[in-house]
């Protein structure tokens, strides 16, 4: 069971965690791992998100917000500023550079209550 907890809100890929783990076997993503007491970490553009608490996904994608460890949201968060100057193609670029199965009806916008 975790006991670290981080909110994000990000534009990527949600895998299940066994089909992640099966298609990159033998890979080593851990310098895509993001840490719960740093600020925003990216690799090559991109974060991945191991569920540490189910096992059930794996996010990878452009994180817009993340809160501090163990922080709650409990209003409006404003990420406008984020938000105006997310450059889409650079996301889908840095997506595709990953995972090259990926299209562009696969990326999304997540709120993820991520536990590691």
């Known amino acids: 069971m975790s006991i670290h907890r981080n909110y994000y809100i990000l534009i990527g890929v949600r895998y299940e965690y066994i089909e992640f783990n ?20 990216h690799y090559k553009g991109l974060c991945v998100l191991y569920d540490g608490m189910n096992g059930e996904y794996v996010m990878v994608g452009r994180v817009l917000y993340k809160t501090k460890n163990m922080e709650d949201i409990y209003g ?39 536990y590691r």
Do not use: Q, T, W
């Open 22 to 41: 099966d298609k990159f076997k033998g890979v080593d993503y851990g310098v895509y791992c993001d840490s719960a007491f740093e600020g925003i970490e």
């Open 76 to 114: 409006p968060v404003n990420i406008s500023d984020r938000f105006n100057n997310v450059k889409y193609f650079d996301i889908h670029k840095d997506l595709v550079a990953f995972d090259r199965d990926i299209k562009h009806n696969d990326i999304n916008m997540y709120l993820v209550g991520h």
